[in-house]
């Protein structure tokens, strides 16, 4: 007896179902309602994408120089400053986006060198962006290291680089740079980086 009235409450509730469906959807002289499809956009159409901010690099100098009893002594340094030999000097820099930074030293001498990344030396040139970072770096002991100057007097020159891609060829910008005059210098990294680098120069007077 349980089981018949389960089964006619069932058949009862299908039924209703049945006559809301039919409620619910077109008349027989009303059409079903068919949603709109999108605009064709048209031979005229433009694409947008997103462009990330342009890449900028900052940096700014310290400097120590050697006192008559060989102390280094904490001193100012700008852009063009002028340091004597024993003198050392650091240089920090900051990227407003994450990147890859370089950086080349061109001598007094002529003589050219990659100066960071350094090999087996922290921290890595990909760089976070927002961030300060020191070059060179501090020894394991947490001492500052700085670029001692020799006894070679002139102008040095340091290249900063920085791009969204690793560099394949360091090794052949660096020996296009020797030999080079400082003004030139800039000239030969803009043709042979074809303009997809950022670069910032430092020149220190060496006298």
């Known amino acids: 007896m349980f089981a018949l009235q389960v089964s ?18 077109p008349t027989p002289n009303e059409p079903a309602v068919k949603l ?45 400053g002028a340091l004597t030999s024993g003198d050392g000097f650091a240089i920090s820099f900051r990227a407003n986006r994450e990147c890859y930074v370089y950086a080349i030293l061109l001598s007094s001498d002529g003589s050219a060198a990659a100066i960071f990344p350094y090999p087996g030396i922290e921290p890595g040139n990909r760089v976070m962006g927002g961030r300060w ?32 891609e690793p560099l394949d060829n360091i090794a052949e910008l660096v020996a296009s740079l020797r030999g080079s005059q400082a003004g030139a210098s800039t000239d030969i990294l803009q043709r042979m980086l074809e303009h997809r680098y950022v670069t910032k120069t430092i020149r220190i007077v060496h006298r």
């Open 133 to 164: 970072y020191r070059i060179p770096n501090a020894d394991a002991r947490g001492k500052a290291e700085w670029y001692r100057l020799d006894d070679h007097t002139g102008l040095e020159t340091i290249h900063l680089l920085a791009g969204d």
């Open 8 to 25: 006619r409450a069932l058949i009862v509730t299908v039924l209703l179902s049945l006559v809301a469906l039919t409620a619910c959807g």
């Open 36 to 80: 709109a499809e999108p605009p064709n956009p048209g031979p005229d159409a433009v694409d947008y994408k997103i462009e990330s901010e342009p890449l900028a690099i900052r940096c700014k100098l310290e400097a120590v120089l050697q006192a008559p009893d060989g102390r280094l002594v904490p001193a100012p340094l700008q852009d063009g």
